[in-house]
């Protein structure tokens, strides 16, 4: 055996291994179905990976204007698009970082209850890295100002992305917001001094100071301000419950209630909030569950039905 076949091998394992990783919170998502009752069918994931988003494929037959969805305790009102006899729409949803494993929910209905699809869809535990760090007490915990400070900024974020407007702005793919690379996991778990904190809602993607930050998709900015963890931040609304969230800003460009086109500069990297040098944190929200945005940039979204892929 040759030096390099043998280095390989005892490399395979652990090839193998991160391959399983890599692949293992798409597992299962591929698996789709189909429920109709009278003149309404929903397309569906069968299951569904923590932290996960996913496609859902709503047909109507007749005039139906809206559908109403409810999903994990939200609700929302989409609009529905005529294609040919029938009216369609897509529904972006997601099983948020944090969701509880198991068969959960999700309803559909067409204009006004005439026609209700429910079926269920397992959502799987997800599988995230763990850091572990060791800070100076006074770092890790907010004096009572703060803490004060952090709970109304809080409810103002809140409020700001419990929207879900009938109207569709989002569109696949996502626009990636800056080109630098992933520098802290979606869904990492941090543990500091030995207790466990909130897992990563984003991706920390890489940058320096004062390069533009790109607006994801087309959409109208929610909420601007400077916040204790978050730093200068912008929430963009995409419609349907779809927000797209960029922090730590040095700067932003854009006001609330803008109109933003896929594409435009919404701000400028930074440092800002709790950061420990320059980056942007972009998250995904879609009807209060967090998503990772990973596979909308490169439309490799699971879609229900397997009626599109790729591309
Ligand atoms: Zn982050």
Redesign the pocket.
Known sequence: MTRSARLFLSLAPALLLLLLLASAPYAGAVLAATHTKGGLSVTAPDDMAEGQPFLVDIRADGAAKTAAVEWLGKRAEISLVREGGASRAQVLLGAGLGQVPGEHMLAVSSDGGRDQVTCTVRVTPGVFPEQRLNLPPKMVTPSKEDQARIKREQELVAQAVAVASPLRLWNLPLLRPVPGEVT?AFGLRRILNGQPRSS?????LDGFKGEPVLAAGQGRVALVGDFYYNGKSAFLDHGNGVFSMY??LSAIGVTEGQRVERGQEIGRVGSTGRSTGP?L?F?LKILGQNVDPTSLFEAGVPLAGGSKGGS
């Open positions: 802290s990563h809602s984003g991706l920390d922090f730590h980056h944190h998250g």
